[in-house]
């Protein structure tokens, strides 16, 4: 997967054009307007994008088909948005209320894309319900349901972490494939046709920390994967547990 240079975000033209002077950076607060249901429902036929940034499980608990789940919780909120929306998109936020879609916009500054969000739903996902509008949901597993999944019906698991952590300790019977190669990048198209999983399986996905997994999550049902669980607390759960795992050689590196 690209070995031989760092995979560039898609959002990169957009802060070098910003750098350059090409493109005028944000200098006074950016405020995120209010939308309908009406109007997010129109914009997304228009061809925005949705960013949810609340937490995994809210967003596992219900969300706007479509959405692409980055925590405004994450340190690198904004850096993963860049990874996960192509250049110069527009953009819709979902967020937990007003506040959080003001802070959402402000952090996404750092790297220029406050300019493309055209504004949050107004009421968030509250409101989205209140007009009768459909939600869909992710289930939620711990490690421990995840490893008597595995022994008793082939569940399959799709790491998505970076090849370095992978290497560190991952599940036996895991596939890998960060998840910022699931959608195109700059000069790297989205790899996520070269998983080796079919759409109809039962697939946990994994991180860290059950983050990035969610994000995976929210882009593979875009992708029409079916059967997709969250896997709570990562691969630092699955540590902490105990559970066996294998490194990067193939050797069993915490028992």
């Known amino acids: 997967m690209q070995e031989e240079q760092p995979l560039k975000p ?3 033209l957009n802060i070098v054009a910003i750098n350059q002077g090409k493109r005028p950076s944000t200098t006074a607060t950016p405020v995120a307007k209010p939308l309908t249901v009406a109007q997010v429902k129109d914009l997304v036929a228009a061809g925005h ?3 949810d940034a609340r937490s995994s499980a809210e967003f596992g608990s219900g969300h706007i088909p479509g959405a692409i789940n980055v925590q405004l919780s994450s340190s690198e909120f904004e850096q993963r948005v860049g990874w996960m929306i192509p250049d110069n998109a527009p953009i819709i936020l979902i967020t937990k209320n007003d506040a959080d879609a003001q802070k959402a916009i402000f952090n996404m500054v750092f790297i220029g894309m406050d300019q493309f969000v055209t504004g949050y739903l107004d009421g968030g996902v509250e409101a989205w ?5 459909p939600l869909r949901t992710v289930p939620q597993i711990d490690v421990h349901t995840l490893k008597h999944k595995l022994s008793t ?3 399959q698991v799709l790491d998505v972490r970076e090849s370095d952590e992978w290497d560190e300790g991952h599940i036996t019977q895991a596939h890998l494939m960060p998840y910022t190669h699931l959608v195109p990048q700059i000069t790297f198209p989205a790899q996520i ?3 080796p999983l079919d759409k109809e399986q039962s697939v946990a996905i994994t991180c860290a920390t059950g983050k990035r997994s969610s994000t ?3 882009v593979m049902l875009k992708n029409g994967y079916k059967h997709l669980y969250n896997v709570t ?3 630092e759960a699955w540590e902490k547990a105990g559970f066996e795992m294998m ?5 069993i590196c915490n028992i």
Do not use: V
């Open 216 to 218: 995976a999550i929210s």
């Open 247 to 251: 490194d990067g050689e193939g050797q």
């Open 193 to 195: 046709d070269k998983l």
């Open 153 to 155: 019906n082939g569940l």
């Open 233 to 235: 607390g990562g691969m």
């Open 10 to 12: 898609a959002n990169i």
């Open 129 to 133: 319900m209140d007009a009768g509008e």
């Open 49 to 51: 994008h949705i960013i």
